[in-house]
């Protein structure tokens, strides 16, 4: 029988992110088996660390990944795992790895994977499954993965001892190819141990991941935009995820001070541009959304820079030409584009300014008189002598450095946070905008400190959404994880509770039970306070705070500024 032998010697860093690279899963020359190949595909797309629960079908895969050098992080549940992976994936463009047993485990991960579809972002999930003679008949705990995870994953698939290093080069592949999004792989339990036959084993897995195409010319096609630009009377940037991922931050900033336009952004894509930039023109679809639109309806030509429209709440308003400058063609046609630049979208964005002639179109200035207007509405309703739900953001980010990473979860506070939240780089704000599945902030902050252990994490939950995944708090102090986790306490899910009462019904089924964090967080290994003062808080925050596990701060808001605004 022919032998598989591992591949030759690969470097011991990542040539493109400088991560060290785990140990080789087996010596040279040494026989293989189908995890052991996964793992090695994985380390070499930069893979450090897999999210995820176990079951039988998982264990070969989980030896591979261990003698492999990986960290295994034991979400306590596969959703919230599967979302720390998705965490993984938006903060390092490479794919988050999560892990699941068949049946009640798959069908767990699918809020996750769902999660990773709508925020476009990289991602491999892997749910172990029953034997392959047993899986077209046997019916305990077995799911068909296929149809299970085909309405929200880029691609589901098997692995088998004669596939499986072809399927990680597609699926590696396909979960970064644009628009990032998950690859579902099914590991049946005879295939996870078996011994690797497949004959492309031989090829260099890097390939896997080969830098984004350069299918821009930079010519006629972007000096006609200077041309728009310049017969514009009021042009602007509505710039989203898309150009995060392509790394446009400097070309953005460069685009938006030489032809002198405003820059809104979409939610996922706070800090493409810095919020204290001078043409930095406010967050779409937050808090103050009318406002932001208005400020939009009011230009009458939009560049379109990376916006993905899975962020958009609402049908497209606007009336003015657009130009479509994306990695990807406007195939949604939720906006028509009058043009379509499709390629790497620094490339494109570099051209235009290359290619700019004049003044720029808009003063400082007026900009600035615009972010004031926006700011003094953000702060519609506060109540004087309460704990505005605005005073615990402002709060906060005045308490954090500039490098702080920020994760919202999903509700009424995420609105405020997302307008509110001064983001000064790419990145820094960690939300998912595109499922918004509420329990997302707690496991994205847990792997935002995993990564970056130098840069302080404050994770913004709401008190519905804590409920949710408030177990993870045990994971995040037995990781040692210094986390600053802010609870919006309103003993409502409010976001819904509001919409009741703009129908005038009564809040009914959309009252929690308040929850004395005090007392929950040292349970769970972590610090607790509550505080009910704008005052309270900002001890709270300046009091010295343990360095080896989270401090829960539950800040008792008076909600009636989520009244006014919503
Ligand atoms: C998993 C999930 N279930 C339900 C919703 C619908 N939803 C959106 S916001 C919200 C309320 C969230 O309550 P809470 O976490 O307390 O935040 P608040 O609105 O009170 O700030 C709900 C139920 C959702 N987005 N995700
Ligand atoms: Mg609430």
């Given at each position: 029988m022919r032998r598989t032998r591992i591949l030759g010697a690969y470097p011991?860093?990542?040539?493109?992110?400088?991560a060290e690279r785990p140990t080789r899963p087996a010596p040279q020359g040494a026989v293989v088996n189908v995890s052991e190949v996964m793992v090695q595909y994985l380390a070499e797309a930069g893979t450090r660390h897999i999210f995820g629960y176990p079951g039988d079908p998982n264990i070969e895969f989980m030896e591979a990944a261990r003698r492999a050098g990986m960290q295994f992080v034991l979400g306590r549940r596969e959703g919230t795992a599967g979302l720390m992976a998705e965490a993984y994936g938006f903060l390092t463009g490479r794919p988050g790895v999560c892990m699941s047993t068949l049946g009640p485990g798959s069908s767990n991960l699918v809020n996750a994977v769902a999660s990773a579809w709508l925020d476009r972002v990289p991602m491999i999930a892997i749910s172990g499954q029953i034997e392959r003679k047993r899986e077209?008949?046997?019916?305990?705990?077995?799911?068909d993965h296929n149809r299970l995870f085909a309405p929200v994953s880029k691609w589901t698939t098997h692995v088998a001892p004669d596939t499986v290093a072809t399927v990680m080069r597609k699926a590696l592949r396909v979960a970064m190819a644009e628009r990032p999004g998950p690859v579902h792989i099914t590991t049946p339990a005879d295939v996870v141990g078996a011994e690797a036959l497949d004959a492309s084993i031989a090829l260099p897995p890097l390939n896997a991941l080969p830098a984004m195409p350069q299918l821009f010319a930079a010519d006629a096609a972007a000096a006609d935009v200077p041309a728009r630009v310049r017969a514009a009377r009021r042009p602007a940037v509505l710039a989203g995820i898309a150009a995060q991922r392509a790394g446009a931050q400097g070309a953005l900033a460069r685009l938006a001070e030489t032809l002198g336009v405003p820059v809104v952004v979409s939610p996922m894509a706070k800090g493409v541009l810095a919020e204290d930039h001078p043409y930095y023109a406010g967050t779409l679809d937050m808090a103050c959304n009318a406002f932001v639109w208005d400020f939009l309806k009011?230009?009458?030509?939009?560049?379109?820079?990376?916006?993905?429209?899975?962020?958009?709440?609402?049908?497209?308003p606007l009336a003015a030409l657009t130009v479509h400058i994306d990695a990807t063609p406007n195939t949604d046609q939720i906006y028509p584009a009058n043009a379509e630049l499709v390629g790497d979208i620094p490339a494109i964005l570099e051209a235009i300014v290359a290619a700019w002639k004049g003044?720029?179109?808009?003063?400082r200035a007026e900009v600035r008189r615009h972010r004031e207007k926006l700011r003094a509405e953000y702060y519609a309703g506060r109540v004087a002598g309460k704990l505005n739900p605005t005073d615990v953001v402002d709060l906060v980010r005045e308490a954090a450095p500039r490098d702080a990473i920020a994760t919202s979860d999903v509700g009424s506070h995420k609105l405020l946070v997302g307008q509110g939240w001064t983001a000064y780089?790419?990145?820094?704000v960690l939300m998912?905008?595109?499922?918004?599945?509420?329990?997302y902030s707690l496991p994205a902050a847990i792997v935002a400190k995993l990564l970056e252990p130098a840069r302080p994490v404050v994770c913004f939950i709401g008190d519905g959404g804590l409920a949710m995944v408030q177990s993870e708090l045990r994971l995040a102090a037995s990781l040692g994880l210094e986390l600053l986790v802010v609870v919006f306490c309103d003993d409502s899910l409010n976001r819904i509770e509001i919409k009741q009462a703009n129908r005038n019904y009564p809040s009914w089924g959309t009252l929690i039970e308040p929850t004395d964090l005090a007392r929950l967080a040292p349970a769970m290994g972590c610090e607790g306070v509550m505080v009910d003062s704008a005052a309270a808080l900002s001890r709270a925050l300046a009091e010295a705070r343990p360095k080896d596990r989270p401090l829960v701060v539950g800040a008792r808001i008076d909600p009636a500024q989520y009244r006014a605004q919503f």
């Open positions: 011991s860093k990542c040539e493109d992110c400088g077209q008949t046997f019916t305990h705990q077995v799911l009011g230009c009458d030509l939009l560049l379109a820079v990376g916006f993905d429209a899975v962020e958009l709440i609402k049908p497209w003044a720029p179109k808009w003063e780089a790419p990145r820094s998912t905008n595109g499922l918004s599945s509420m329990g």
